[in-house]
């Protein structure tokens, strides 16, 4: 709710899937489909609804709150706006949404009163320095930020989708530690570590307090090479 108040975030939501894609569960929602979150709403009734687009225009969930459910009355259909048509969007109760989706997909959007500052490097030869645990950590890039006052600061590591390059055995990921303004070349507690996956994007979001901090993104195993950029906000 947070999220759809502020207008700052789009979101998305899908099933997951291992077997087929794009198969009805039988109650209108597709495996391994991807939807839009258009609304997420408490109703005066009480009701937690979340308000769903199938991008396809067509083919929508068929239980409790669908456009003929008998949940709804005259006044929630004003109070909501609700529609009913087969256009693809529908509204799905909360318990119902956390038992058809496993995923929601966030993006923030960020305006011009932001600061940006974009890269694009790679790993290769010394400078693929793999993880912490390994002892050439130290030869990745590092990016150094200085903060003059406490800002709120974004990072973002992203590697090529792994769906164009044909492999996902590249486990990415950053960490941000507090430096004098020069390159860290010893281990100390992190101040961000950002989660390790094989997902094309690691993103970490922080208030941080005035000083300056190395940003080191880095592959789990060392040796591996491959584009990357990095996105400071």
Known sequence: ??????????????????????????????????????????????????????????????????????EWTPALKQELNM???????????????????????????????????????????????????????????QFIITLEAEAEVILSLQIRDPRQTGRNDMYIGFCLFKCDGSRVTSYRKPVLQSPISNMREAVMEATLAPGSYAMLPFTFEAGQEGDYFVSIY
């Not at 909360?94 to 923030?108: N, T």
Request: overall charge negative; glycine content about 10%.
């Open 1 to 70: 709710m947070y999220n759809q108040s502020s207008g700052q975030y789009l979101m998305g939501c899908a099933r997951a899937t291992s077997g087929a894609r794009e198969v009805d569960t039988g109650q209108g929602i597709l495996q391994g489909h991807a939807y839009g979150i258009l609304d997420v709403v408490v109703t005066s009734s009480g009701d937690q609804l979340i308000k769903c687009r199938n991008p396809w225009g067509c083919s929508e969930w068929k239980g409790a709150w669908s456009d003929d459910s008998s």
């Open 83 to 141: 529609v009913e048509a087969d256009d693809g969007v529908f509204w799905i109760s909360y318990d119902d949404f956390v038992q058809q989706y496993s995923k929601i997909y966030v993006v923030r959007l960020l305006d011009d009163t932001w600061n940006q500052y974009l890269y694009k490097t790679r790993w290769a030869g010394s400078n693929a320095g793999g993880c912490c645990n390994h002892s050439t950590w130290t030869n990745n890039h």
